[in-house]
């Protein structure tokens, strides 16, 4: 069992810039994927980005892709997603979420991760 927990989610202006962590505890292991995935109200949880084990082996959304960067001190325990240039479509409900895999290329999909935290909301707004 892997327990997951966000924070840094706030209110901020379009064009800031926000960031999000993840601790993971319990049975971490260093063959994982780490996954930041997003939901706005009424729509579906999408992918935002995500790290492998690999060093370096990250893959982000278009949408986010060149303004979201995901960090990792890789000690299997804690993740970041330090978000620039913020737009009012990037208002969501933000998660993280953990997996086992010995795959270098993260996975993007909600059915491939078995562990979730609960989230926190990331409003942007003038």
């Known amino acids: 069992q892997v327990h997951l927990v966000e924070s840094g989610g706030g209110l901020v202006q379009p064009g800031d810039s926000l960031r999000l962590s993840c601790a993971a505890s319990?049975?971490?292991?260093?063959?994982?994927?780490m996954g930041w995935f997003r939901q706005a109200p009424g729509k579906e949880r999408e992918f935002v980005g995500g790290?492998?084990?690999?060093?370096?082996?990250?893959h982000y959304a278009d949408a986010v892709k060149g303004r979201f960067i995901i960090s990792s001190d890789h000690t299997m325990n804690s993740m970041d997603l330090r978000m620039n240039i913020l737009k009012p479509e990037d208002t969501a409900t933000y998660f993280c979420a953990y997996r086992y895999s010995l795959q270098t290329i993260v996975a993007t999909t909600t059915s491939q991760y078995p562990y979730w935290g609960k989230g926190t909301l990331v409003t942007v707004s003038s």
């Open positions: 790290i492998s084990w690999s060093p370096g082996s990250t």
């Open positions: 319990g049975r971490t292991t260093r063959d994982y994927h």
